[in-house]
């Protein structure tokens, strides 16, 4: 066979009128040069039908050809050219389907959700599924689960009807083996079995189920109660950390939106591990910190509308914040190098750091040969979601501790940890950093505002799901900080409705409808 030269990767519009294309990023010049609006590039993943091969390589997969037979005459080819042109993207995906399909779901999930990071102890996002379902991809259950989330990916990307049929097939039938296996004790603490449920919950989120009441993903209580069954991550279960990663990620979009922050704190049995990794490091000061917007939003119920929370109470808030102050300032002394590199801003600005500038000088003296990672980031903009509600808690609080003490009003905390008597300015300043930083993932993994079109939202070559779904708390805390400009808001609005029209998670298109999660505020 003749190799036919390299395939053409410039802009579509440069591909259609056959010209060269500088393929630059986000627009090509010959575009610019003309005036016209880069539309970008195709998605360069690529629909194949399989079959399996005969004879003696029976069990081995091998591609199947769109064209069984060529043309024989120029009109023929020419009418052929005629005819493929016209057609839409949803049929040619149509068109190839092979009747089980279940191979090409599995590889378009690999594609956009299994994301690999070589340098960061993050790993990347579900980089243990493949060897997961190699080895336990035998129990129906978790198999199930496991097509019941493929499926429903690829259909969101080709819209047809049988994926989502297929989907829902699936979704039922792991949902009915699930439960029968939770009537076992023994099956409770299986990897396969907690995999399944994690599945299930994603499933709820690609679908947009229950979404539309604004309530809690269904899946989460009982993924929080499995944690506890599971207990403490152990170091010589190959899959335990990896999943209780994964986990927590899950349950701290849904709390955090839902403002049930209950399921945003690691189970009590996590604070008594001795030598944690970086990623349960970072979990658990994240589940502290949701931990405290959880008892500020209690001590506000308690009280009416008009009241501010008691003096004692608002006291030992304030105390309890700055403890947590200092848990940061820990965390951010003892972070990989790898990870400093990823909280370098774009544009120079220091990091905010609750003791000292210390954390920001060894940011900037990490060698810039370290580059960032799409999934390290977008893993870090949990962590500064986070610090934002806290901040902002804390912020609150101050403001009415000082109603209540008068001009005169001081905690003595403040000065131990280096602070002004008038915290405001260093927690107002720490808001504003993180959210530039939010807003800098959010340009860098996904995409950005159409130059043309302020409110479209323009995705990356090589935008994946997995970077869409992670970042949702992170933009939805942006959207609702009554502290971030306009270009901000603008810009996190427009990504939570790319990642929930365009990229399939239908939960992200409730928070930004009116009256439901976009007209909440992040406690």
Known sequence: MVFPG??????????????????????????????????????????????????STAGKLKVVRNARSSPSSPRELK????????????????SIIPEDSELMSLCYFHHHHVLRVQRSPCEGHLAF?????????????????????SYLTLFHRARVPKFQINARRHYGVALRLLNQALSFSQAQVRDEIFAASLFLSMFSDLSGEGATTGSLNPHIPGIYSLMQLRGVPSRSNKYSRRLCGWAYTQMQVQAMIRREFRYACMPPSFDGITRPCTVIRSSILTGKLSDFCMQVTVARCRTSASSPIPADTLHALLVQACTLLIELHNWQATIPDHWRNQYENPTPAPTPSPLSEHAAADS?????????????????????????SFYQQFLDCWEEWCFLQGRHASLPELAVLGLPDDPAMFLLDGIAYLVEVICATV?????????????????????????????????????????????????????????????????????????????????
């Open 79 to 94: 009418q052929k050219k005629v005819d493929s042109a016209k057609m839409q993207p949803r049929s040619t995906i149509a």
């Open 129 to 149: 599924f493949p060897d997961l379902f190699q080895e336990r991809g035998n129990d129906p259950c978790f198999k199930h689960a496991v097509l019941s989330v």
């Open 6 to 55: 390299k395939l053409s990767s410039g802009c579509v519009l440069c591909r259609k009128r056959k010209v060269k294309c500088d393929e630059g990023k986000p627009g090509c010049q010959r575009c610019s040069t003309h005036g016209v609006s880069c539309p970008g590039y195709p998605d360069s993943f690529a629909f194949r039908g399989y079959e399996l091969a005969q004879g």
């Open 443 to 523: 340009t860098s993994t996904l995409g950005g505002l159409d130059a043309e079109a302020r409110h479209r939202f323009r995705l990356h070559e090589h935008a994946k799901l997995a970077n869409g779904y992670t970042l949702l708390w992170p933009m939805w805390v942006v959207v609702n900080c009554p502290f971030a400009d306009p270009d901000q808001i603008m810009l996190c609005r427009a990504a939570i409705e790319c990642v929930g029209s365009t990229m399939g998670y239908k939960l992200a298109l409730h928070l930004i409808e009116p009256g439901r999660g976009g007209g909440l505020t992040p406690d």
């Open 364 to 388: 900037h003296s990490t060698s810039e040969s370290s580059a960032r990672d799409p999934w390290t980031t977008c893993f870090l903009a949990g962590v500064q979601a986070a610090q934002i």
